[in-house]
């Protein structure tokens, strides 16, 4: 482990040594491009001016140079890059690449990487380099997974970068470094029992203030060798390492047979933190390249180095010439002598006389004395004024200059930053503003190439990361949140998971690459796009049905996705096809609401049909009680039928003499005595009492029992009076009597009654003998 240490201190102090010059040079931009404070004299200069004999004279900063940096700093905002990965082959697809694309989306909205790239071309703006960082950091401990986060470092002098890295994008650094000073009561707690000592010297001022420890992030290459197998994939042969080929095979639940095998020798990244005395921290770092990206400015060679610079750099000297001027001016206006006199030395008389003459630059006086006769009593001419606007003049006219070179030395001019121009056309000026772009081209392009290899970075180090099945989230590129799973184990780039439950992909199965778009932002170009459709419209207005869902879809107010949708169901069909989402088929709305209104109708008929047989059901189940019902009052009016015959038997009967009603009342007494009637409380049976031989129920209580023809009894010989019957034929006469009654009731009028049961249903009928 000490080793290790004073082995990493060594390589510091040699890449210190290796760019001792070019970071005097940045120290000196960062402080002649301070924003708030630009120091821009040269020390020399600023001591001879304040210490000048007739006054300190003004060391005025009039910095042309910020503006200038902000413009290559503002078009790098208002064009933001965007990451896209590429399939290469190796079983990648193009819906994986995609899918890659979001999580690039979400990497760099996690990390805020948009202030850190403008961060990074302003430090490359103002020295020529500055420096993004890629880091894995912690999304969920307790599971242990983990995401890249992209962030920059602020001070470029605490980097300490590979000075032998000649790549535009620093892919072939081997070594880098990044100091960073803890505070000692942070480090106590961070690393208890550790040594309170500095890494190394940065060799740049430090704030004494707080007392910390300078503590070094060192990432570093390591060569080393590994057994790579080679197999067939989708009809291409890729080349894998022995764990990623067991994965594969694992994942396709069979052993996948191996072309060939070699040993290839590679270099693995390493990282580790150290102090002075320790290695802290150290890990493998999950990427081919070092975790540092550096991002320049202007380029050049020099002693096989590249050697860099930025904006102020190029602007220095006439940066310095236009202060000169602007100074001079000033002071020359502010502080030229109010009785600007010139005096031959022998008019200045006494030793006071002269001082008075000495600080008439700087002081206001009425009036300046001069010795009208000289020492040898001759007269001297009188002093005579001088023409204060001439200097004046010619200061303005050299700042004006200064102005000039600092436009021609970094190649932006007037229009670039929105001044008046000599250029009075607008084709004039867009022509010299584009020329000012051209001159600074190399800014975004030297950032565009620093990204595409921050997206490298970054996608080797997510799915490496990404050990495990899970579900990741993602941005699309609408801004819209969503979500996609990320399975290592798959043998397939992109699988579309049933039920609809998103998509799956396996970084690791085939090689991507980065492209890095430079362009205006999704807002601006959506804003653009709908001005386009817009003019479109208005111009040939036969294409708008065709037009139309594609401007709706570029509209941001509240419901506009909804007005597209509906703008889209009224497009020709063409259209709705280019509209249907790729590999799914988009509903019809017409054939939709074809489905629906047919499904309604089946709907209805299917419950008109079981309200139809519910109705048969009932039906059956009314005729069947109506025919039991029916039945009953048939047997009923039977009974009763027979019981009016009997009635009127007995009204004809009762018609005749009084002999015929003897004749009925013998009848009825005979029939008694052959069915005597039942002592009190003993119950008798009466036809319609009890089931019938059907099954038929009784009477119910109140009904009046069915009348039963008997036979007309034979003659029988006289038998000896019993006792009962002479005290019949001794009531003999009472029924005679009653039987008269009777007949006179006979021949009164009869009201039928009818009789209901519970329910109100019609039972059977009665006849009474009205009043």
């Known amino acids: 482990m000490a080793d290790a240490l004073q082995d990493s201190q060594e390589v510091y102090r040699d890449f210190l040594d290796a760019q001792r010059d070019q970071r005097r040079q940045i120290e000196e931009d960062l402080a002649f491009s301070n924003p708030s404070n630009p120091d821009q004299w040269e020390e020399s200069v600023r001591l001879a001016r304040e210490s000048d004999p007739g006054g300190k004279r003004p060391c005025l900063v009039m910095d042309q ?12 905002e208002k064009s933001p890059p965007s990451l896209h990965a590429i399939p290469v082959g190796g079983g990648a697809s193009k819906e994986a690449a995609e899918q890659i694309d979001g999580r690039f989306r979400h990497i760099e909205y996690a990390s805020r990487a948009m202030q850190h790239y403008v961060r990074a071309q302003t430090c490359a703006a103002r020295t020529g380099v500055g420096y993004l960082i890629i880091r894995p950091e912690y999304v969920d401990r307790a599971l242990n997974w983990q995401e890249p986060r992209i962030t920059c470092e602020p001070d470029v002098l605490k980097v300490v970068f590979d000075p032998f890295s000649m790549d535009i994008d620093g892919a072939d650094a081997t070594r880098g470094y990044v100091l960073t000073a803890v505070p000692n009561k ?11 000592v500095d890494f190394g010297d940065t060799e740049t001022k430090r704030d004494e203030t707080i007392k910390s420890v300078l503590v070094a992030e060192e990432w570093y290459k390591e060569t080393t060798t590994r057994n790579m197998l080679i197999y067939d994939m989708g009809g291409e042969e890729v080349a894998t390492t022995e764990d990623e080929y067991a994965i594969a095979c694992q994942a396709a639940g069979m ?14 990244v390493k990282w580790r933190r150290m102090s002075g005395a320790d290695v802290l921290e150290e890990s493998e770092y999950p990427a081919e390249s070092i975790g540092i990206v550096p991002v320049y400015g202007y380029v050049g060679m020099a002693d096989g180095r590249m050697t ?19 100074s001079e001016q000033l002071a020359y206006i502010a502080t030229a002598p109010k009785a600007p006199w010139i005096v031959p030395m022998r008019a200045i008389g006494s030793a006071e006389q002269q001082k008075m003459w000495d600080r008439a630059g700087i002081e206001t006086r009425s009036a300046l004395y001069w010795n009208d006769i000289g020492a040898d009593g001759q007269p001297v001419t009188a002093p ?40 009075t056309s607008g084709v004039a000026i867009d022509a010299r503003k584009e020329q000012g772009e051209a001159s600074t081209a190399h800014f975004p392009s030297h950032m565009a190439a620093s990204l595409g290899q921050v997206g490298r970075i970054v996608m080797q180090m997510d799915a490496r990361l990404s050990d495990e099945p899970r579900k990741q989230p993602l941005i699309g590129v609408d801004g819209t949140a969503g979500s996609v799973n990320v399975n290592p184990k798959q043998t397939e780039a992109f699988v579309r998971l049933p039920h609809g439950q998103g998509v799956s992909i396996n970084p690791n199965v085939g090689k991507y690459g980065v492209r890095v778009v430079v362009g205006a932002s999704y807002t601006t ?20 049905p065709t037009i139309a869902p594609f401007w709706a879809q570029t509209l941001d107010f509240a419901g506009a996705d909804k007005f597209a949708q509906a703008l889209a169901a009224m497009a020709p069909a063409p259209v709705k096809a280019i509209l249907q989402p790729e590999g799914e088929k988009a509903p019809d709305p017409a054939a939709l609401s074809q489905q629906i209104e047919q499904l309604t109708q089946a709907l209805q008929e299917a419950i008109q049909h079981a309200k139809d047989a519910q109705e048969d059901a009932d039906m059956a189940i009314a005729e069947a009680a109506n025919a039991k019902r029916l039945a009953e009052v048939k047997e009923r009016e039977n009974d009763i039928k027979a019981y009016d015959a009997e009635t009127k038997r007995l009204q004809v009967v009762g018609t005749g003499t009084e002999e015929n009603a003897k004749a009925i009342v013998t009848d009825l007494i005979n029939q008694m005595l052959q069915n005597p009637a039942p002592l009190p409380g003993e119950k008798v049976e009466e036809p319609g009492d009890g089931p019938g031989p059907d099954n038929t129920p009784g009477h119910e209580q109140g009904e ?23 005290a019949l034929m001794q009531g003999q006469q009472m029924l005679t009597e009653a039987v008269g009654q009777l007949v006179e009731y006979t021949k009164k009028p009869r009201i039928k009654v009818a009789h209901r049961d519970k329910a109100g249903n019609l039972t059977h009928t009665t006849e009474t003998i009205g009043d």
Not at 525 to 534: D, E, L, V, W, Y
Request: hydrophobic share 30%; net charge neutral.
């Open 65 to 76: 140079t910020g503006q200038y940096v902000a413009n290559v700093c503002g078009q790098f």
């Open 186 to 196: 942070l480090f106590e707690r961070r690393w208890k029992g550790k040594d309170l």
């Open 255 to 268: 052993q996948i047979p191996v072309n060939r095998e070699y040993r290839d020798k590679y270099e693995c």
């Open 308 to 326: 860099y610079c930025g904006i102020p750099r190029r602007a220095r000297s006439p940066q310095q010439a236009y202060n000169y001027h602007i």
């Open 384 to 423: 005579s004024r001088i023409n204060p606007g001439v200097n004046v003049g010619n200061h303005e006219a050299g700042a004006a200059q200064a102005l000039r070179d600092i436009q021609a030395s970094i190649g932006m001019y007037q229009a670039n930053i929105g001044a008046k121009s000599n250029e």
């Open 525 to 544: 170009q959506r804003s653009q796009t709908n001005q386009a459709f817009a003019e479109i419209m208005r111009g040939n207005k036969e294409m708008a």
């Open 704 to 726: 009046a029992p069915a009348m039963e023809q008997s036979e007309p009894a034979e003659p029988q010989e006289p038998a000896p009076p019993s006792p009962e019957l002479q």
